[in-house]
């Protein structure tokens, strides 16, 4: 990452198309640690709704996901890509868990069948 007073200085000369993105925690020290979720879906029927993240590690500790403020479509075999962030970083993910979301009352509750899905630290790519 880049100071926020120094950001322009350090990343408009190498690019004419430099698209910057600040995310901050409310709470201190204010880090995000910023996953990419990667999901192929299994449903027949098209899926529309939000996705919260649950990491675990060998220890029990657990961070959860803020919700996305745009609801994601989902249809079937096809891939979705939902960048997410967490308050506090995972070193050694033991589990992870999805909860699908409709944010609606009225109707049947619905459920997000996953094929295939990979969480992909931005942070530390290498992990």
């Not at 999901?39 to 919700?67: A, C, L, P």
Request: charged share 25%; proline share 3%.
């Amino acid at each position: 990452g880049y100071h926020a007073d120094r950001w322009k200085k350090l990343l408009i000369p190498y690019s004419s198309s430099t698209k910057a993105y600040f995310d901050t925690s409310d709470q201190d020290p204010f880090c995000m640690y910023n996953y990419l979720l990667d999901i192929t879906t299994w449903n027949k029927s098209i899926r529309r709704g939000f996705i919260k993240v649950k990491i675990i590690d060998y220890d029990g500790n657990t961070v959860e996901s803020q919700m996305n403020s745009e609801a994601s479509t989902f249809q079937q075999y096809k891939r979705v890509k939902i960048l997410t962030g967490f308050h506090q970083d995972i070193e050694k993910i033991a589990k992870i868990s999805l909860t699908f979301s409709t944010k609606t009352l009225i109707g049947p509750k619905q459920k997000l069948r996953i094929l295939q899905m990979k969480l992909k630290s931005l942070n530390n790519p290498k992990r």
